[in-house]
């Protein structure tokens, strides 16, 4: 028997591929993707996962995550703007209503919002279609009418995924998702219609919820990985440009003993020439416009060449 694989993508080698080159010649694409999410103090049951670490009412974890909305964004803003970095925003979609003041300035920063599901607190596991598709509705609509942005691109909160969730994206007409960890350059994804869709890589190793709750790894480790992880993309990029997205939470971020690491990685980004400062949107509609095509001939003829 054929072993299960993804369908929303087929193999491609790094080396070999058609070239990325990016606005102005640049070699790095750089965006920054603050989760700005609401978690509800009491939120329905889910059979797939536990919502919450510790028996309910959790209030050490939900007025932690609190935190990030009262005090953290604010900081980690501030430092961003210092740097001239837009924020791609991981939505919660809810939190347009809880708090309209974040969302105001995010609008007034000229950040793009997208959408991170309704609440972080529930998860699209075991959603029929119609479902998913009145989420992402939801999410379009709320965005239109609090920013008048599109909706253009798509994390699933908590990354749980439907098996057919990147086709209803597609069909919805979004433009890219970050649901998909496979690469360093965005990628065409397959959808059952045949819809073009974009992968824009978001990555986990250098996240900071991954890296400072879970590894145990200090701030000053953390400010190292970023830098290492930004010099191997740099420096690869100078043959086909690469992709470096930092994925932050305000309330981890914008705690007062780690606010220095991210302006030391900030500082350490933008004063290297050949960065393009961007937002996932403008990624992706470059990918889209200008190297879509030709990435997916050349992943038909690995594809074919296999076969």
């Not at 009262?70 to 961003?80: I, L, Q």
């Not at 749980?160 to 209803?168: F, I, P, V």
């Not at 220095?260 to 937002?279: F, P, R």
């Amino acid at each position: 028997m054929k072993p299960s694989e993804p369908f929303n993508y087929d193999y491609a080698p790094y080396v070999g591929r058609p070239k990325i080159v990016w606005p102005d010649g640049k070699r790095l694409a750089f965006w920054v993707a603050p989760n700005i999410e609401f978690y509800e103090y009491a939120p329905p049951p889910s059979d797939a996962r536990a919502v919450w670490y510790r028996p309910e009412p959790d209030i050490l974890n939900y007025s932690m995550r609190d935190y990030g909305n009262r005090v953290g964004f604010d900081r980690m803003a501030d430092v961003m703007l210092r740097y001239g970095v837009r924020g791609s925003v991981s939505l919660n979609v809810a939190l347009c209503d809880h708090f309209p003041e974040i969302i105001e300035r995010c609008c007034e920063l000229d950040w793009e919002l997208f959408s991170h599901g309704v609440y972080n607190t529930r998860y699209l596991y075991d959603m029929t279609e119609d479902q998913q598709r009145e989420i992402i509705r939801d999410s379009r609509d709320t965005i239109k009418r609090v920013s008048g942005q599109s909706l253009d691109g798509w994390l699933s909160p908590a990354i749980s995924n439907e098996a057919t969730t990147q086709d209803l994206l597609a069909e919805e007409g979004l433009l890219y998702t970050l649901d998909l960890f496979h690469d360093d350059q965005p990628m065409p994804v397959k959808t059952r219609l045949g819809k073009r869709f974009v992968s824009v890589p978001y990555m986990m190793d250098v996240n900071d919820v991954p890296v400072l709750n879970f590894r145990n790894i200090s701030p000053q480790d953390y400010l190292q990985l970023i830098k290492d992880h930004f010099d191997q993309l740099y420096e690869e990029g100078s043959e086909s440009g690469t992709v470096m997205c930092l994925p932050l939470h305000p309330y981890l971020i914008g705690q007062p003993h780690r606010l220095w690491l991210l302006d030391e990685a900030l500082k350490y980004i933008t004063a290297h020439d050949g960065v393009w400062l961007a937002t996932g949107r403008e990624i992706a509609t470059w990918y889209r416009d200008n190297h879509y095509d030709e990435a997916s001939a050349f992943i038909a003829g690995v594809k074919g060449n296999a076969a």
